[in-house]
């Protein structure tokens, strides 16, 4: 259509950039907080009346940060570590790797949260709800999160096999606004899967995107970057590696921040990683409502603190009419800048 074709080329200019930080995600941004996370914004306030004291500060165009020797990130890390059961995880790997229906893109990674001890499972529970981490993803997000994800994986090497699926740079594609907390659960290092991240002030986050995704895309790939296309619109400096000890942390906006990571070249690599969300955010349509997803314990109907049941399980209306979430996706996609070479 000839619309279409106008408005793809006025897209491609300095005008329609400037429109865009300016104008419409100033407004865009105002809705979002307000409007569309109207109860989470409620509750970021009675949240802040608390008055706990944020330890680490998110910026704001460049939502990303490294934290060394936190002793309460420490703790969780060393507990999970002390209870993993590493014979079961390398029968896994050999099952696994012996499984040729499973796809070439996906037998890299084992996630085994669900496997872990009931007594483990309550301490992850509590570290994720714990004030300080709220109190971080509380004031990033400028509304009270909910728990999005809560994983525990193996990313392992596969002999022959170069960068694929998650190892290549991507955004995740669920939403306008999230903070992850990635704390690796062994040494983490160049070899075995360490994060790499973008990091560069970006003033239009989730609407800038590189517009050379891979073509004919294989599984876990949609969205997916290829390292050489990258590095035509990325120098090396603008580029962070994120490698450390057991309990080391990197909070990141996975929404917002071109990342990749995963690769193993030698040794295993574990991670932990929880990702603190909205109840808009795609990834959360599928969720149960009756009982926390990770946690089935956790039920809706035995919980009686308002923040609480909002955390696990956000509000049943974006699941109900789930069309309103695919709309706000199809919105960040159209209005978004496609980035030039440098």
């Given at each position: 259509m000839l619309i279409v074709k106008i408005f793809t080329k006025f897209k491609n200019t300095k005008t329609w950039y400037i429109?865009?930080?300016?104008?419409?995600?100033?407004?865009?941004?105002?809705?979002?907080?307000?409007?569309?996370?109207?109860?989470?914004?409620?509750?970021?306030?009675?949240?802040?009346?608390?008055?706990?004291?944020?330890?680490?500060?998110?910026?704001?165009?460049?939502?990303?940060?490294?934290?060394?020797?936190?002793?309460?990130f420490k703790s969780i890390a060393h507990k999970i570590s002390n209870s993993i059961d590493y014979d079961f995880i390398n029968k896994k790997i050999l099952e696994i790797k012996k499984d040729n229906s499973i796809s070439r893109n996906r037998n890299y990674i084992f996630e085994f949260f669900s496997f872990v001890s009931d007594e483990l499972k309550q301490d992850i529970i509590k570290f994720a709800k714990s004030d300080k981490n709220l109190a971080i993803a509380n004031d990033y997000l400028k509304v009270f999160p909910v728990v999005g994800k809560i994983h525990l994986y193996v990313n392992f090497p596969i002999d022959n096999e170069i960068e694929r699926a998650s190892m290549l740079w991507h955004k995740d594609d669920f939403g306008y606004k999230s903070l992850d907390l990635f704390i690796p659960i062994t040494e983490l290092n160049s070899s075995n899967g360490s994060m790499f991240y973008l990091d560069k002030k970006d003033d239009l986050h989730i609407f800038n995107r590189i517009p050379e995704l891979i073509i004919d895309a294989k599984p876990k790939e949609r969205n997916k970057v290829k390292i050489n296309d990258f590095r035509k619109y990325y120098t090396k400096d603008e580029i962070k590696e994120f490698t450390g000890k057991v309990g080391d942390a990197l909070l990141i906006d996975s929404f917002r921040v071109y990342h990749r990571g995963g690769y193993c070249e030698k040794k295993i690599r574990i991670m932990f990683?929880?990702?603190?969300?909205?109840?808009?955010?795609?990834?959360?349509?599928?969720?149960?409502?009756?009982?926390?997803?990770?946690?089935?314990?956790?039920?809706?109907?035995?919980?009686?603190?308002?923040?609480?049941?909002?955390?696990?399980?956000?509000?049943?209306?974006?699941?109900?009419?789930?069309?309103?979430?695919?709309?706000?996706?199809?919105?960040?996609r159209i209005v978004h800048v496609k980035m030039k070479k440098i």
């Open positions: 429109f865009l930080k300016f104008f419409i995600l100033p407004i865009y941004d105002f809705i979002w907080t307000n409007v569309i996370n109207f109860k989470g914004k409620k509750l970021h306030k009675n949240f802040k009346k608390k008055d706990i004291e944020v330890e680490y500060i998110m910026p704001k165009n460049l939502p990303s940060k490294i934290i060394r020797d936190d002793q309460d990683r929880i990702s603190y969300q909205t109840p808009d955010s795609s990834r959360l349509q599928e969720s149960n409502n009756k009982y926390f997803d990770y946690y089935n314990k956790i039920k809706k109907q035995d919980l009686n603190n308002e923040m609480e049941k909002y955390l696990f399980f956000g509000v049943t209306f974006f699941k109900k009419f789930k069309s309103i979430v695919k709309f706000l996706l199809l919105f960040y």
